[in-house]
């Protein structure tokens, strides 16, 4: 990659040694982060797969790898715990013997109270509970990127033992990967998730039982059908064990979640409240904040309405690359819900300006966006 990264600028690297242990989707977007941000000297993966190791050094994810805990990790002043829930507090517990009593350790489960108390268990001092708000449901070393991480909310949750340094230390490492941090409490964090992603995959599994091994349902499971059940395309092993970590909370979004759905039943009687509740619905909808995600810097956008005929898109980089605008960074937007749109990022407010006059001249129309 030859792009400079965005984020703010590091004139000396955060850390001298760090060590992801798990190197998958999360830990290895973490490595790819600290080694393309330069914020580490050096990175060393650890994981429990020799062949995720092999790929991960093949891939170029980290600087060097291990695969067995040891004396190694004493000279590791970062330490990101990035394994499936399952495995993260064996991983701690295998790791606690040999970790500098100085390290900055942190990680990136799904659910925070129970690997937070057992940190503090095993007396791991400045241990800071993490969890980034981004992912994938394709799992793996070969699906990270750095990019998956910028713009993502990552959650801190200290507790009242959290050293304030180390939190301060963890919150500068997550903005220097292009994330924002959020602090609150482990509990209040779990209570969150539970609705805004363990309960969603609950239901998306619930609905693809619905059309399962019914030929015809599969036929007629439109977009809307996909994109709301995307989630459930997850490693299923890991998302049992998220879900189950966290069925507490769940328990509890769930009952809400029924009673929403008995709401909603009534509501086919009451045309007029179902029309209250579809507003408010779609007010929420539209207003979910977009995080942009790329390996550039968006600056300047222009959005662009896109007509479902073919090679559009082609003319649009077209038109404008014979113009010399050059396009930095290129999304496709909501399909079904836009009719059809694409996001560029362009260098310059005058590139957005000449971009929109070009392509309004091409006959699309284009909306500037902030
Ligand atoms: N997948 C996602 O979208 C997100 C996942 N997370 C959390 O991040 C963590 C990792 O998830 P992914 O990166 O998606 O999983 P992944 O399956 O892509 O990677 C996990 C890696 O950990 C390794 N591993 C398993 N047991 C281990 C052990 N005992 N010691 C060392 N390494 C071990 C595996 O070999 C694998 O390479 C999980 O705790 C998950 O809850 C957090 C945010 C998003
Ligand atoms: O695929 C997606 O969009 C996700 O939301 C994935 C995800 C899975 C687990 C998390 O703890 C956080 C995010």
């Given amino acids: 990659m030859t792009a400079s990264p965005p984020g703010p ?21 973490v490595a790819l982060g600290l ?9 060393t993966g650890y994981d429990a797969d020799v062949q995720v190791l092999q790929e991960a050094q093949a891939l170029g994810v980290v600087d060097d790898v291990r695969a067995t805990p040891g004396e190694w990790l004493r000279a590791c002043d970062l330490v990101v715990l990035a394994a499936p829930m399952r495995a993260l507090a064996p991983l ?42 981004a992912g994938s449901e394709r799992g793996g070393v070969t699906h990270a990127r750095a990019a998956l991480l910028e713009n993502a909310v990552w959650v801190l949750t200290p507790t009242d033992h959290t050293p304030l340094t180390a939190l301060s230390r963890v919150r500068t490492l997550v903005e220097h990967l292009g994330a924002a941090p959020v602090v609150m409490p482990p509990d209040a964090h779990d209570g969150l998730v539970a609705t805004v992603s363990h309960l969603p995959y609950l239901a998306s599994l619930a609905l693809t039982h619905l059309v399962a091994r019914d030929e015809r349902l599969s036929l ?3 977009g809307g059908f996909r994109d709301l059940t995307r ?8 998302s049992r064990d998220m879900v189950v970590e966290n069925r507490a909370a769940l328990r509890n979004a769930l009952a809400r979640f029924r009673r929403q759905l008995e709401r909603l039943e009534a509501d086919l009687d009451q045309p007029e409240e179902l029309l209250a509740a579809a507003q408010e619905g779609k007010r929420t909808r539209d207003s979910l904040p977009v995080v942009k995600r790329s390996l550039l810097p968006p600056k300047h956008d222009l959005v662009v309405a896109v007509p479902d005929q073919p090679n559009q898109i082609g003319a649009v980089t077209q038109a404008l690359g014979a113009a010399g605008v050059n396009i930095k960074d290129i999304e496709v937007l909501a399909i079904r819900e836009e009719g059809g749109a694409i996001r560029l990022g362009l260098e310059s407010v005058e ?8 392509l309004n001249a091409a006959g699309f129309e284009v909306r500037g966006r902030g």
């Fill in 9 to 29: 600028a590091t004139p000396a690297p955060l850390f001298e040694q760090a060590a992801i242990a798990g190197v998958g989707l999360i830990g290895g977007s």
């Fill in 351 to 358: 590139d957005v300006r000449r971009a929109s006059e070009i």
């Fill in 220 to 222: 007629l499971a439109a």
């Fill in 231 to 238: 989630v459930a395309s997850g490693d299923p092993r890991m």
């Fill in 35 to 43: 080694r393309q941000r330069l914020l580490a000297r050096r990175v």
């Fill in 92 to 133: 701690a517990r295998d790791l606690a013997p040999f970790l500098s009593p100085t390290a900055l350790v942190t990680d990136v489960g799904s659910v925070k109270a129970g690997i937070a108390a057992e940190l503090e268990a095993l007396g791991v001092r400045n241990f800071v509970p993490g969890h980034p708000m």
